[in-house]
């Protein structure tokens, strides 16, 4: 094929490409109930490796290994982390596997690529003590007190994601049997249990902040979680939350919602839970994904036999 055939060839591949993108991510939305935030991370992702194709003039569907390798390459040369080039190279996948369902293309290139390799790194986690100060940074003062406590004691309490949390509404709590449903990814229901004193705080913003709150505004409905000015608390308004809550107690910076998530996890498993039991609460689709807090409470065990046995 010449020049011309192959840039024509280009060209007709970038733009079905440019249609299947937004195809395929309503699919995500749609059939496999991908959170807003997720289908946003695959389309930024697709659409990188769009421009890509329409800058060096590749076909994008039928692109050969070189070519795909070369295009991670650039990913590690412009600072992204090996981890980060895993998850392009992961939605790239996701979106040939449905084109080559829906009879678009060939998935067996991509398919064939190799992951980088990612270094192997243990959750970041608090301490009992770090998670109790950051619980008192929020003593009841006054409605927006009351729902940050209740906030992360709930976070602590279930292990829940921040968006899990995002998405609670108020009869997702049952007080009665000390329990609460949370939808994880994929819309996914599950029961966990939630201790007494969270529960008192959770019931206490319920009676005496989240009424002066949903007072504010007109669009509370049945979302726990609500702003300063009545409405609906995305993810990422939780997240600054939690980031303003870690500042207050002094703790570090680099503490995130999933550091009590990943702390809810070891916690249970020092304490004797069962791995099942742990990947049934936190929601986990694998295993496998499970399985690293083993190796955090390991650490943790040598950590302790090392401060405590006289030949260590």
Request: hydrophobic share 40%; charged share 25%.
């Amino acid at each position: 094929m010449g020049a011309a055939g192959q840039g024509g060839r280009a060209e007709s591949e970038q733009r079905a490409l440019e249609r299947a993108i937004p195809a395929f991510c309503d699919h995500l939305a749609a059939v496999r109930n991908l959170s807003p935030h997720t289908v946003r991370g695959y389309r930024c992702d697709l659409e990188a490796y769009l421009a890509w194709a329409r800058r060096r003039g590749v076909a994008p569907l039928t692109a050969s290994h070189r070519e795909l390798r070369a295009y991670l390459a650039e990913l590690t040369r412009a600072g992204y982390s090996p981890r980060t080039v895993n998850r392009h190279l992961s939605s790239l996948r996701g979106l040939f596997r449905w084109m080559a369902r829906e009879g678009l293309c060939d998935d067996g290139t991509v398919a064939a690529l190799a992951s980088p390799k990612v270094p192997r790194s243990l959750p970041r986690t608090m301490s009992d003590a770090d998670a109790g100060a950051l619980l008192d940074s929020c003593l009841a003062d006054g409605p927006v007190g009351l729902r940050d406590r209740a906030f992360l004691e709930l976070l602590y309490a279930t292990g829940a994601r921040v968006s899990e949390m995002a998405s609670l509404r108020v009869g997702d709590l049952d007080f009665a049997r000390g329990q609460a449903r949370l939808f994880g990814k994929g819309s996914k229901e599950r029961i966990v249990p939630v201790y007494e004193s969270a529960l008192d705080w959770a019931r206490r913003y319920l009676d005496e902040g989240r009424p002066d709150l949903a007072a504010r505004g007109d669009a509370a409905g049945e979302a726990l979680f609500l702003s300063t000015r009545g409405n609906p608390m995305s993810a990422d308004a939780l997240r600054t939350v939690f980031e303003r809550r870690v500042r207050q107690a002094g703790l570090d910076g680099a503490l995130s919602p999933h550091a009590m998530r990943h702390t809810f996890a070891t916690e249970l498993l020092g304490g004797g839970a069962d791995l099942r039991s742990v990947q049934e609460l936190l929601g986990h689709e694998s295993l496998s994904t499970t399985q690293v807090y083993t190796h955090l409470s390991v650490e943790r065990l040598r950590e302790a036999a090392a401060r405590a046995h006289p030949r260590a």
